[in-house]
Structures are given as structure tokens and as C-alpha cells.
């Protein structure tokens, strides 16, 4: 297709001087033919009315007299000039109606009456009109006719005009043709002058293309004087000015050139700086994130079992004061520490499955205490809808709900925090949450809510603030939240306080068999009643419990349930659990719950609720009744499984009695050394059993789950991490490496393994490996849930400790708190040892009496530089009236696994493989150096840090002099803690 822009210059030249051509030929033959059309017919109407007066002045008489007759003889007698065109002639009387006719050799309608009107108009003039077909057009020419100035009548004359259009056709041809002649002599010229202006423009549309192209030509001449010769001049002066730029432009770049390379040298050697110093703050934050961790492992887990001790009241109230703040020197380091991982872009999370009612569960245990504390009321607004089973990173959704919280419990002195979470959408696949944290604290300003998400950032950043705090907090949880494809904000509360929220998408689990993260054999074989006085309810939840492989019975009422209960039980296969409607025809889902629980016999089965949202039961009545967990109809069939195959934890479907006696206190932890690879140190008692319980004749899944492994090399930390399990009433046994732990996997029953990272022969890695293993090979059912406990707790500690095959992960130092709710996640604590640890964390620091007949601890002489006091007083105070035996233990156990530990460095220091020695080196000051500092050898801890340093940049020279100085260290401890043992004896 044609397009005048995409067009040449010479081809637009010639095609404008055609249009214009063209149109003015176009528009003078148009008026030639209309004023030629237009005089033709005046010509034919002149000579028809001369006609018509040569026929008005014979038909006077016959029109005077009104004489059809004559009228007809005189047109019979007129003579037409030789024209054969006449088509008719004809009279009108004075009133116009037609008076005579004539038609010679035509068949031609007569011509209609006159009006008078018409009549009246003709005047001298006459009328003339257009007649006939427009294949046979005709011209019809009135007269008036008078006698003695009185109009008699009119004439009319009728005459064709093919003739006159054969004329006017001829004229017009010849007019065509000269217009055709003038416009193809125009664009003869056009063509002819074209050139003289296109030519020159095409040579400098060339010469701007090669300049475009970087190759530069010679100017373009001429020898014009007009506006284009001035357009060539400007180019060429154009071309000399870009010639002489691209001269420098290439001196330039030569000299950039040269400075980029210098500069890229000179950023080479910065980045490889940088990536070193990032290397060096990484091993420094691995080195001082173990080295402060091991000592706070001690110092907090010391205290908190000197809280337990009988203490006076200012004693009390010192080590209270020590705990606190070394728990707030481990959220600062925490703190650091997850933003040295946000800074390098290695904070990743996860996505697994887990309960979301148990973490919220969690996190109201953990804040209740310390709301209680301040006296502050802590309100949990879950809405009834919230999903039970959900995929996605509950670590990650804790330490954000933990920031949260924790600054609403530090900025609120009186009133109350609650903590909203309700669904904001819902599908198929997925769900969306939004969280809110609303207290009645000091609120946040205009001003500060800008930039309170900021690093380092507080809404009070003076001297001479109130609140401590690092300003990392609320930084952490957005990276977190943003990190789980969420958002974070806070709003000012209406009355008083502020509002923090932040909205997150998790996904639904999974129930159906193609889910490869379903385990089919968890539901396999499992037995459960459903009650519900609703037929139809009972077979969905018959069928659903059928496809996860299920054997469910059905009681339309509670006591058809507690009828089935109580048979299955007698026979030896009792139900694990039962779903329980809220209405009952006679009293309520609650009642049922409560009466099974109250029963001994059948209290161990799971119970859920399954209630609409009108009648759902608050998070008390839940408890009270021993509910373990409640569900809206219909139920998620994700948060169904989930709730059945979650495992049981501690408390959980338990109904809370009333405070009841203090329980038996708990005995001694066996000594560390043994004849056998491992040591079971077995505790006494921890009171009575918890309601509920299974007896000792029910069936091996349903006993009580309480023995634990402890994998530790350090005896230390063994004698630590012992009285922290046996306090939490559990049976500890002991394994000093990786190997023995195996050995005792194989030969025993456990139901949790404690397992330390870094030990001698086999470290917990490739320990748990190889249990991992070896459960495979046995085609065991259950699962040994396995703990990592280390110092370490850089990036990628705990994704590497979970590849390894481990559950869970508690970095030291650990409170026993802590290790409680750790190990409540996996096995069942007794109820005994569950109370006394609420009963500590919600007591006041100033309550507490002088112990009754609890003589104060024996105080040590001053001893010599070399020892600690305090540590020996933390290890004496870890056995309450028997602090001196377990001193004395401990310290046995030090003099004696430290020449071994010493001799074993010198080994590897002279040893000719000489690729092991710095990993060997490593590992055994590290286990040398917590040991010492647990015993109070400070300066020899010091000694042992700073050889695990060398050995870890690769044993350069001044190891065998340290280690000199380690064993004369060794030999001034040696005599002090000699000299203690004697006093204790």
C-alpha cells in the first residue's frame, strides 16, 4: 500500500505537483461544463419563446373568441422553422384549462390545466420548466397571449433536447481532452525540476548516514546559492565540529580507560579486604557467640537452680537480679546475632508442618508469668475459625510474636495486653492471619511509629530513657514478617497504648494420600468414638476417619459413650481418641469431656470438642475439662489429622486439680564415672502420678514417657544438665561420646536423647546419623525424637543439626525453663515437676521466707587466686542440703578427665598427621576449657580459649608454648581444688 510518509523526496515533489495540477484542471473544467450547460439552455429557451410569440400572435382571435376550431387551425398552420424537435404545441383560454392541442409525429402527454396563479405570473417574461423523463429530458416554454392589453389566454411550446446535449457533450470532450493535455505537460515538468532539489538532499542524507555510522566522510559540494547550498554549508561546518569532537572524545576514553583500570585494581583489592572482613566477622561471631554462650550455659543454669535452694531473702533477691540480667544479656546476644544474619542475607526460613494452637498455647505460657508478674492482665482474642494444622516457619512466627509481646509486657505498667488473631481470607489452599499485640502501655508517637521498624531504632532514643533495649527487636520481626511474604505496621490504640499487627499467608497441611509428607502409618490402627446424637455428622466423620485407615465406633449419647469406653478399656483396647459433640441431649460436649477425664480408666483417650461458633467453649472451660483441643463444625480435615496425630504433650487432656502437697523432693543424680559405657542416674519419685495417667498394665504406647539419653562429654555440664532433667522429674541416663550414645539407642528403651554436637570419638552428628539409620533397619514404629544441646548458634547451626536427622535444637546457655518447654514439645513431663516450675516463675522475688531448719551453705576459706568461688558455690547450691557430695563429685571428676585431656593435646600437637591435628586440638580445648570454667579455673578456661582460637586459624607457631603454660596452670589448680576436696571431706 501507498503511504506518503514512508515516500521518497523526488517521488513527494512529483506527486504534489501532480495533486495540485490535477485539482486545478478538475476544478476549471467543472465550471467550464456548468456555465457551458447553463448558456445552452438559455440559448433553447430564447428560441422557444420567440416561437411561442409567433404562435401568440395567430391564436389571438381564437383565444379572444374562445374558438377550439380555429385554435386548432391556426397550430395546424404554424410553421416550426425546420425543427423536428417540437414535441407539442397548445393553447390555454383565459381561465388556463387546455383550449387547442398539437403533437405533430409525437405520442406526448397533453400538458396539465393552468392555475390561475400560474397563469397570472407569465407576465411578458414567460415561465419555462423542465420536463420528461432524464432519458428523454424535455423543455416546456409558457407565453402569455394579449389582446389590446388583456391577457386571453397563454401558449406553450414543448421541445426536446437531445440535440442540444450532443452539443454540449462535444464542447465538454474537447474540454477534457485539453485538460488531460495540460496536466500531463505539468507533470512532464515536475519531473524535469524534481531533480535539481532532490539530488542534493540525497547526498547529505548519505553523508549523515556515514557520519552516523562513525565513518566520517569529505563535505559535501556545490555550487548553489539558494536555501539548500545554505543547508550544505551547515552540514559541512557540522562534519568539521563532530570530526574534531570525536578526536577528543577518543582522548578522553583512552585516559578513562586507564583510570577505570586503575580503579578496578584498587576495587578488586577492596572487595577481597571486605570479603575478608566479612569472613573475620563471621568466625568472630562464631567465636564469641560459643565463647559467651558456654559460660552463660553455667551462669543461668547455676542460678536457676540456686533459686531452688533455700536461700535468705537478700540472697534471693542477689541471684534473682543475676538471672535477670544474664537473660537479658542472652537476648542481646541473640539479638546481634540474628541481625549479623539479616545484614549478610543468610536469614532464611522455613516450611514445615506444625499445630498452631500448641505454639499459641507456648507463648501464653511463657508471657502469663511475667504478665502476672507486673500485674498486668494478658487477654488471648483467638477467634474460634482459626486453623489448627498449618504449613510454614513457627520458629520464625514465635520470635516475632516473642518481640511483640515482650515490648508490650516492658512499656505497660498497669492495665492489659491482648493479643488478637483472626482469619482475614481463606480458600482451599491456603489461609491469612493477622495478628495483633494491643497494650495500654506509654504508645508510640507520631513521629516515632516512622521509623520504629528501623535498625538500632527506639521511640525514646535518649540517655536518660526509661526502658533498656537494643532497637533490634521490632527491625528483626519485619525482615521475618517480609520473609514470610507478609506485612508489619502499628496503629494508635483509641483510649491508650499502641497497636502492633502484622498479616501473614500460610499454607493448609495436606491430608491426601498423594501428599508425600503424610505419614500413612501415623493413623494406622488407631481407634476412635465419635458421639454425636447426629446421624448425619457421624457418618462424615466415620468416612473421613476411614480413608486415614482409622477404626471409629459411633454413641449417639454420653452414656452409650461411657458405656463403649469403659468395655474397650476392660478388653484391653482402649480408644486413643474420642470427637465429641458440644450438644448433648442431656448436658454438654463439656460434661462428657470432664467425666471421662475424672475417670481413671479411661481417662488417657485424646478428647476433641466439636462445636459451631455460637456455643464454643473458652480456652478455661477447655482446660478445666481436659479438652485437648476444640474444633468448629465442620472441621478442616488438616486440623482433624493434625489434632489426632499431634503428640501428646505435657498436660495435654489433663484436667487441672487444685493445688495439692508440695512433692517428695527429688534424689541425686548418680556420680558422672561408671564401669559401663553409660550411667543411668535414676531419681526418686516426683510425687504422684498425674491424673490420669495410664497404670502400669495399660499398653506400651500409652506409658509414661520419661526416660532420657544425656550424650555430654564435659562432666560439667553433665552434672548440669542431670540436675536441670532430674528436677524436671525424668530418668537421666549418661553416655560420654557419640559411640556410647549409639551403644545405649541399641540396647535401651529411651524416649528423648540429649545429644551434644561436639564430642570425642563420635560427635552428635554423625551419632544421630547412624540412629537414623539404624531405625530404618529395624522398621521401627515410633520415632526417637533427638535434641541437639551445643554452644554454637551461627547461620546454619540449626538447619544443619535438623539435616542431621535431629528434632530440635537448644543452643547453651539453657535455663531449665527453657530445656522444660523444649522437651514438653516431644515427650510428657510429670505434672509435679510442671507445677513447680509455674509455681517458681510466678512467685515474687521479695516473698520468699527464710527456709525453715535450711542451714545457709558452708562457706570455703579464701582460696588462692587460681579458683572461682562463686562457680564452686553455683555447683554446691545445684543439690540443696547436699552441695558438698556433688562438689566433691565434680571436681573429682575435673582432676581426673584432665590429664587425660592434657595429654591428649600434646599428642595431637606432636602427631605426625598433621591434617587431623588442628580439628583434634580444637574439639579437646574446647571440651577443657567449659569444664574449667565450670569449676572456677578461670585463667585456665582463658589459657584453653585462647589455644582453641589458634587451633582454629590452623595451629600456627605458639601452641606448644601454650600448652605449657596450660599444664603449670594445670598442676596450681591441681593444689587448690586438693585442698578444697580436704575441707569437704
Not at 593 to 611: H, Q
Request: glycine share 8%; proline share 6%; hydrophobic share 45%.
Amino acid at each position: 500500500m501507498f503511504s506518503f510518509e514512508r515516500s521518497g523526496l523526488g517521488r513527494k515533489l512529483t506527486l504534489i505537483s501532480a495533486m495540485s495540477t490535477g485539482c486545478a484542471l478538475l476544478l476549471a473544467f467543472a465550471v467550464f461544463a456548468g456555465t457551458h450547460v447553463m448558456s445552452q439552455l438559455e440559448q433553447e429557451r430564447r428560441q422557444l419563446f420567440a416561437l411561442a410569440g409567433t404562435l401568440a400572435a395567430g391564436s389571438e382571435i381564437a383565444l379572444l373568441y374562445v374558438d377550439p376550431a380555429q385554435g386548432d387551425q391556426v397550430l395546424a398552420l404554424a410553421a416550426f422553422d425546420g425543427r423536428d424537435d417540437i414535441r407539442q404545441v397548445a393553447l390555454f383560454d383565459r381561465d388556463g384549462k387546455l383550449l387547442s392541442r398539437s403533437a405533430p409525429g409525437r405520442d406526448s402527454p397533453p400538458p396539465p390545466d393552468l392555475t390561475p396563479r400560474a397563469l397570472a405570473e407569465l407576465g411578458k417574461a414567460g415561465a419555462s420548466e423542465l420536463c420528461g423523463p432524464p432519458w428523454a429530458p424535455g423543455l416546456r416554454q409558457f407565453r402569455a397571449v394579449h389582446f389590446q392589453q388583456d391577457q386571453v389566454g397563454a401558449v406553450m411550446v414543448e421541445a426536446g433536447l437531445p440535440r442540444m446535449w450532443r452539443g454540449v457533450l462535444q464542447n465538454l470532450l474537447a474540454g477534457a481532452a485539453a485538460a488531460l493535455l495540460s496536466f500531463f505537460t505539468a507533470l512532464f515538468l515536475a519531473r524535469r525540476f524534481r531533480d535539481n532539489i532532490a539530488e542534493p538532499i540525497a547526498s547529505l542524507i548519505a553523508a549523515a548516514r556515514q557520519t552516523a555510522d562513525g565513518q566520517p566522510g569529505a563535505p559535501v559540494l556545490h555550487a548553489r546559492s539558494d536555501e539548500l547550498g545554505a543547508l550544505i554549508d551547515s552540514f559541512n561546518d557540522m562534519l568539521v565540529q563532530i570530526a574534531s569532537r570525536d578526536a577528543k572524545l577518543a582522548q578522553y576514553r583512552d585516559q578513562l580507560e586507564r583510570q577505570v583500570g586503575v580503579r578496578t585494581e584498587q576495587l578488586e583489592k577492596a572487595k577481597n579486604a571486605a570479603e575478608a572482613a566479612s569472613r573475620a566477622k563471621s568466625n568472630f561471631l562464631a567465636t564469641m557467640s560459643h565463647e559467651i554462650r558456654t559460660p552463660m550455659n553455667g551462669v543461668l543454669g547455676m542460678t536457676e537452680l540456686l533459686l531452688a535452694s533455700p536461700l535468705s531473702p537478700q540472697q534471693r533477691h542477689y541471684t534473682s537480679m543475676v538471672k535477670r540480667s544474664g537473660e537479658h544479656l542472652l537476648f542481646i546476644i541473640n539479638d546481634i546475632l540474628d541481625f549479623s544474619k539479616i545484614e549478610a542475607g543468610k536469614l532464611t526460613v522455613e516450611y514445615i508442618h506444625f499445630n498452631f494452637r500448641e505454639l499459641l498455647d507456648d507463648i501464653d505460657n511463657v508471657f502469663s508469668p511475667q504478665a502476672q508478674a507486673k500485674r498486668i492482665v494478658l487477654e488471648f482474642a483467638i477467634a474460634n475459625d482459626i486453623p489448627v494444622a498449618i504449613c510454614g516457619d513457627p520458629n520464625r512466627l514465635r520470635q516475632v510474636l516473642f518481640n511483640l509481646l515482650g515490648n508490650a509486657i516492658k512499656f505497660t505498667e498497669t492495665g492489659k495486653i491482648t493479643v488478637k488473631v483472626d482469619v482475614t481470607a481463606e480458600d482451599a489452599q491456603t489461609v491469612g492471619l493477622r495478628f495483633e499485640v494491643q497494650d495500654t502501655g506509654i504508645g508510640v508517637s507520631r513521629e516515632a511509629r516512622a521509623r520504629i521498624f528501623d535498625s538500632f531504632s527506639q521511640a525514646d532514643g535518649s540517655t536518660t530513657r526509661k526502658h533498656g533495649g537494643t532497637g533490634l527487636g521490632l527491625a528483626i520481626s519485619k525482615q521475618l514478617v517480609e520473609l514470610m511474604g507478609g506485612t508489619i505496621g502499628i496503629d494508635h490504640a483509641l483510649a491508650q497504648g499502641s497497636i502492633f499487627w502484622f498479616t501473614v499467608q500460610f499454607d493448609k497441611r495436606r491430608v491426601e494420600p498423594e501428599d508425600a509428607a503424610l505419614n500413612p502409618n501415623a493413623t494406622l490402627g488407631m481407634r476412635a468414638v465419635i458421639v454425636d446424637q447426629h446421624s448425619d455428622s457421624r457418618l462424615l466423620l466415620e468416612r473421613q476417619l476411614a480413608r486415614w485407615q482409622m477404626h471409629c465406633d459411633s454413641a449417639a449419647s454420653a452414656d452409650a459413650a461411657l458405656r463403649m469406653l469403659h468395655e474397650a478399656a476392660a478388653r484391653g483396647q482402649p480408644y486413643d481418641v474420642a470427637l465429641i459433640n458440644m450438644d448433648q441431649r442431656m448436658g454438654s460436649g463439656l460434661m462428657l469431656a470432664a467425666d471421662i477425664k475424672a475417670d481413671p480408666a479411661i481417662a488417657p483417650v485424646r478428647v476433641l470438642l466439636l462445636s459451631d461458633e455460637r456455643n464454643a467453649a473458652d480456652t478455661r472451660q477447655r482446660r478445666e475439662a481436659g479438652v485437648a483441643f476444640q474444633l468448629i463444625k465442620p472441621p478442616r480435615a488438616c486440623d482433624l489429622y493434625d489434632c489426632i496425630v499431634t503428640p501428646v504433650r505435657a498436660g495435654d487432656g489433663a484436667r487441672q486439680p487444685p493445688p495439692a502437697s508440695v512433692p517428695a523432693p527429688l534424689a541425686p543424680a548418680g556420680a558422672f564415672a561408671s564401669a559401663s559405657p553409660y550411667a543411668a542416674a535414676h531419681a526418686a519419685p516426683a510425687g504422684p502420678a498425674t491424673p490420669g495417667a495410664p497404670s502400669s498394665g495399660a499398653k506400651p504406647r500409652s506409658r509414661q514417657r520419661n526416660k532420657v539419653l544425656l550424650a555430654e562429654d564435659n562432666p560439667v555440664n553433665v552434672e548440669v544438665a542431670s540436675a536441670m532433667l532430674q528436677g524436671l522429674g525424668l530418668e537421666v541416663s549418661l553416655a560420654a561420646n557419640g559411640a556410647e550414645a549409639l551403644d545405649a539407642v541399641r540396647d535401651n528403651h529411651f524416649d528423648l536423647v540429649l545429644m551434644d554436637c561436639q564430642m570425642p570419638v563420635m560427635d552428635g552428628m554423625a551419632a544421630t546419623a547412624e540412629i537414623r539409620r539404624h531405625e530404618q533397619q529395624r522398621g521401627a514404629a515410633q520415632h526417637l525424637p533427638v535434641v541437639a544441646i551445643t554452644a554454637n548458634a551461627m547461620p546454619g547451626d540449626r538447619e544443619n543439626c535438623l539435616a542431621a536427622g535431629m528434632d530440635d535444637y537448644l543452643s547453651k546457655p539453657f535455663t531449665q525453663q527453657g530445656l522444660g518447654d523444649t522437651l514438653a514439645h516431644w515427650i510428657t513431663l510429670p505434672l509435679a515437676a510442671s507445677m513447680a516450675r509455674d509455681a517458681d516463675a510466678g512467685a515474687d522475688i521479695d516473698a520468699y521466707p527464710d527456709p525453715v531448719g535450711a542451714p545457709d551453705a558452708p562457706l570455703l576459706p579464701d582460696l588462692p587466686a587460681v579458683i572461682n568461688q562463686q562457680a564452686l558455690d553455683n555447683i554446691r547450691a545445684l543439690r540443696p542440703g547436699q552441695g558438698g557430695a556433688l562438689l566433691q563429685r565434680v571436681l573429682q571428676a575435673f582432676l581426673a578427665d584432665t590429664p587425660r585431656h592434657l595429654a591428649a593435646l600434646r599428642s595431637a600437637l606432636h602427631s605426625p598427621a598433621a591434617a587431623s591435628a588442628p580439628d583434634t586440638v580444637r574439639r579437646t580445648a574446647h571440651s577443657l576449657k567449659s569444664g574449667s570454667a565450670n569449676v572456677g579455673a578461670d585463667a585456665l578456661a582463658a589459657l584453653c580459649r585462647e589455644l582453641e582460637q589458634l587451633a582454629s586459624a590452623g595451629l600456627p607457631d605458639g601452641a606448644l608454648p601454650l600448652l605449657a603454660c596450660m599444664e603449670r596452670e594445670f598442676d596450681a589448680v591441681r593444689l587448690s581444688l586438693r585442698a578444697i576436696l580436704e575441707k569437704e571431706a
